[in-house]
C-alpha cells in the first residue's frame, strides 16, 4: 500500500477530523529556568545568549527534544521545529550568524525524530513542520520617520536569507515549512519564493504554510492588510494551509479568523495566544478556558487545524485536542476568483 504524502495525510485527515498543532516553544523552554551558561553550551561565543531558544536545538537537544515529546504526548499531530528566528538577521542579535545552516538542521532533526518516535509507538501518523519566523526587519516600511524611501535590506537580501534557513530545515527533513507570524506581507512573499525555490532545489515537495498575526483591533498586519488583503496578496502561492496565529487570544482572534475562513480556498490553521498577556507579560489563561474559546471556532466551522502560540503550554495542547476531538472540521469553500482574460480585457469573476 502506498504511503499518502504528507500533504495528502493532511487534506485527506482534515476531512474527517479536526487536527492539532503544538504550543509555544518559548513558554515551555521558560519553564526550565535556563541560564546564560545553559544556554551557551560548549560554545566559545562573544556576546550573552541567555534568550536565544534556537540555540539550544545544538547546546541542549534533550530539552529541545523533550519540548516536543510533550506536546506529541498531548495530542499534538503536528509540531514545529525550534527554528523560529534561526536566520542570518535574527542571529546577529547573538552573533551567531556561522550557526544558521546547524541550528536548522538540528532542529529540523529533533522535531522529525520526536515525531517518528512518537509514531512508531502508536501508529498515528506525526508530521513536522519547518518554523520560519518573520525576522525584524521590513521590505514595506521605513524604520526611518524621516526617510519614507529607505529599506535596511532588500528584496533579494531577505530572500538569500530565507532561502539558507529554508535549505537546512529541508535537508533536516520536514515534511513542510511554516512561513508565521508574519507582519510584513511583502515578506511573506519573499519567504514564500525561498521555500518554493529551496523545496524545487531538493527534489521533494514541500508544501507551503502561512500564518499571518494582525497587530491592532483593526484586523490589519504591520504593513497595513487585512485578512481578506493577505489572502488575495499570497493566495498564488497555494499554501496547504492558512491562517493566523498570536496577535491575541481566541475570542478577540474570531472575527478575523471568521473573515479569512469565508475568502480562502485552503485549509485553515489557527493557533492563538493564551490571552493577553498580564503588566508582567506573563498569561494568564487557563488550558480549560482557552480550549473553551476554540471549540467555539469549530462550532462555527472555521477551522481544520488548531494549536496554541505564546502562553500556551502542553497542557493547553491537550486541553484543546480534548475540546475538539468530536469536532466538526470546517469545509473548504469553492471561492470565485478573479480573473484577466487577456492584457486587454476587464476582469472576470469565475468559479
Known amino acids: 500500500m502506498s504511503i499518502l504524502s504528507p500533504a495528502d495525510y493532511i487534506r485527506q485527515t482534515a476531512k474527517r477530523r479536526i487536527m492539532v498543532f503544538d504550543g509555544g516553544y518559548g513558554t515551555a523552554i521558560q519553564s526550565y529556568k535556563l541560564e546564560e551558561a545553559d544556554?551557551?553550551?560548549?560554545?566559545?561565543?562573544?556576546?550573552?545568549?541567555?534568550?536565544?531558544?534556537?540555540?539550544?536545538?545544538?547546546?541542549?537537544?534533550?530539552?529541545?527534544?523533550?519540548?516536543?515529546?510533550?506536546?506529541?504526548?498531548?495530542?499534538?499531530?503536528?509540531?514545529?521545529?525550534?527554528?523560529?528566528?534561526?536566520?542570518?538577521?535574527?542571529?546577529?542579535?547573538?552573533?551567531?550568524?556561522?550557526?544558521?545552516r546547524e541550528l536548522n538542521i538540528s532542529s529540523a532533526k529533533l522535531a522529525r525524530e520526536a515525531a517518528d518516535?512518537?509514531?512508531?509507538?502508536?501508529?498515528?501518523?506525526?508530521?513536522?513542520?519547518?518554523?520560519?519566523?518573520?525576522?525584524?526587519?521590513?521590505?514595506?516600511?521605513?524604520?526611518?520617520?524621516?526617510?519614507?524611501?529607505?529599506?535596511e535590506i532588500d528584496f533579494d537580501y531577505l530572500k538569500n536569507v530565507y532561502r539558507e534557513q529554508c535549505d537546512a530545515l529541508i535537508e533536516g527533513g520536514v515534511d513542510f515549512l511554516l512561513i508565521e507570524t508574519i507582519f510584513d506581507t511583502l515578506n511573506a512573499k519573499c519567504a514564500a519564493m525561498a521555500a518554493k525555490e529551496a523545496a524545487d532545489a531538493s527534489g521533494r515537495d514541500v508544501p507551503i504554510m502561512i500564518s499571518m498575526t494582525i497587530t491592532d483591533m483593526a484586523g490589519r498586519n504591520l504593513s497595513g492588510h487585512t485578512v481578506e488583503g493577505f489572502w488575495n496578496a499570497i493566495r498564488h502561492v497555494k499554501p496547504l494551509t492558512i491562517g493566523l496565529n498570536c496577535s491575541f487570544g481566541a475570542d478577540l482572534l474570531r472575527?478575523?479568523?471568521?473573515?479569512?475562513?469565508?475568502?480562502?480556498?485552503?485549509?485553515?490553521?489557527?493557533?492563538?495566544?493564551?490571552?493577553?498577556?498580564?503588566?508582567?507579560?506573563?498569561?494568564?489563561?487557563?488550558?480549560?478556558?482557552?480550549?473553551?474559546?476554540?471549540?467555539?471556532?469549530?462550532?462555527?466551522?472555521?477551522?481544520?487545524?488548531?494549536?496554541?502560540?505564546?502562553?500556551?503550554?502542553?497542557?493547553?495542547?491537550?486541553?484543546?485536542?480534548?475540546?475538539?476531538?468530536?469536532?466538526?472540521?470546517?469545509?473548504?469553500?469553492?471561492?470565485?476568483?478573479?480573473?484577466r482574460l487577456s492584457g486587454l480585457e476587464p476582469f472576470v469573476m469565475s468559479a
Not at 130 to 146: C, E, Q, R, W, Y
Not at 276 to 299: F, M, R, V
Request: with cysteine.
Open 39 to 100: 544556554y551557551r553550551g560548549n560554545l566559545d561565543l562573544a556576546m550573552d545568549q541567555k534568550g536565544n531558544n534556537d540555540l539550544l536545538s545544538i547546546t541542549q537537544p534533550d530539552i529541545v527534544k523533550d519540548v516536543h515529546r510533550a506536546y506529541l504526548d498531548a495530542g499534538a499531530d503536528i509540531i514545529e521545529t525550534n527554528s523560529f528566528s534561526a536566520t542570518k538577521i535574527s542571529m546577529a542579535d547573538y552573533g551567531c550568524e556561522h550557526l544558521v
Open 117 to 151: 518516535d512518537a509514531q512508531a509507538a502508536d501508529g498515528i501518523r506525526r508530521l513536522v513542520a519547518g518554523a520560519i519566523g518573520p525576522t525584524n526587519k521590513t521590505l514595506s516600511l521605513s524604520p526611518d520617520v524621516n526617510d519614507p524611501g529607505y529599506r
Open 255 to 339: 472575527p478575523f479568523l471568521t473573515e479569512l475562513s469565508k475568502n480562502a480556498d485552503a485549509l485553515i490553521m489557527a493557533y492563538p495566544n493564551a490571552g493577553l498577556p498580564n503588566d508582567l507579560g506573563e498569561y494568564d489563561e487557563l488550558p480549560e478556558q482557552t480550549a473553551d474559546l476554540i471549540k467555539h471556532w469549530t462550532e462555527e466551522g472555521l477551522v481544520n487545524i488548531v494549536g496554541g502560540c505564546c502562553g500556551t503550554t502542553p497542557a493547553h495542547i491537550a486541553a484543546i485536542a480534548k475540546a475538539v476531538k468530536d469536532a466538526v472540521p470546517r469545509d473548504i469553500p469553492t471561492v470565485p476568483v478573479l480573473t
